[in-house]
T-cell receptor, first 114, second 117 residues
Framework: AQSVTQLGSHVSVSEGALVLLRCNYSSSVPPYLFWYVQYPNQGLQLLLKYTSAATLVKGINGFEAEFKKSETSFHLTKPSAHMSDAAEYFCAVTLTGTASKLTFGTGTRLQVTL | NAGVMQNPRHLVRRRGQEARLRCSPMKGHSHVYWYRQLPEEGLKFMVYLQKENIIDESGMPKERFSAEFPKEGPSILRIQQVVRGDSAAYFC???????????????FGAGSRLTVL
């Protein structure tokens, strides 16, 4: 069975500061990993995905994530936060061959302050 | 190109009533997934359907919940005799057929928020 753990249910950063949202996964086989963003009253939007190609994955809106097998991590980063980045971010995992069943973390709410 | 459309966006029901949530997938998508998000929790997989077939319902509660995706029309998630614990956001996602070597990317709707009084 697979699972993801997101450390920190709330993260607050200043505008222009580095964004780091943590995600650790547990999987018995090579996983596929995703980050989704949810803006208020909207559905989830895919930010980026890791599917066993490059370990550093670039996504939309300046976000990127690095797959580190030794640390079982897939942390999301952005060099400089913008006010529009305030949202809830979900890490998700699925196993190779069972791509339909995403397992989500509990989410991290990002607050961006002036 | 409309995305995944869910309705109603908000639904209020009294205990014991029925709730029906509808989902129209993106154009060209033949696979539909339902997820439930309880307050302060992540999304939990409920069911995966293709047209006229339930592929995986391992996340569905054993009683009162059912889902269908008919040949024509939207997918329906039906909850009979609702209880307060059913209050949640229900998200639908769709995808094209799974590529042979990769992972599906799910496109999510905006969700239906069910409140049971």
């Amino acid at each position: 069975a697979q699972s993801v753990t997101q450390l920190g249910s709330h993260v607050s950063v200043s505008e222009g500061a580095l964004v780091l949202l943590r995600c650790n996964y547990s999987s018995s086989v090579p996983p596929y990993l995703f980050w989704y963003v949810q803006y208020p009253n909207q559905g989830l939007q895919l930010l980026l995905k890791y599917t066993s190609a490059a370990t550093l994955v670039k996504g939309i809106n300046g976000f990127e994530a690095e797959f580190k097998k030794s640390e079982t991590s897939f942390h999301l980063t952005k060099p400089s936060a913008h006010m529009s980045d305030a949202a809830e971010y979900f890490c998700a995992v699925t196993l190779t061959g069972t791509a339909s069943k995403l397992t989500f973390g509990t989410g991290t709410r990002l607050q961006v302050t002036l | 190109n409309a995305g995944v459309m869910q309705n109603p966006r908000h639904l209020v029901r009294r205990r014991g009533q029925e709730a029906r949530l509808r989902c129209s997938p993106m154009k060209g998508h033949s696979h539909v997934y339902w997820y439930r998000q309880l307050p302060e929790e992540g999304l939990k997989f409920m069911v995966y359907l293709q047209k006229e077939n339930i592929i995986d319902e391992s996340g569905m509660p054993k009683e009162r919940f059912s889902a269908e995706f008919p040949k024509e029309g939207p997918s329906i998630l039906r909850i009979q005799q609702v209880v307060r614990g059913d209050s949640a956001a229900y998200f639908c996602a769709s995808s094209p057929p799974q590529p042979p070597s990769g992972a599906n990317v799910l496109t999510f709707g905006a969700g239906s928020r069910l409140t049971v009084l």
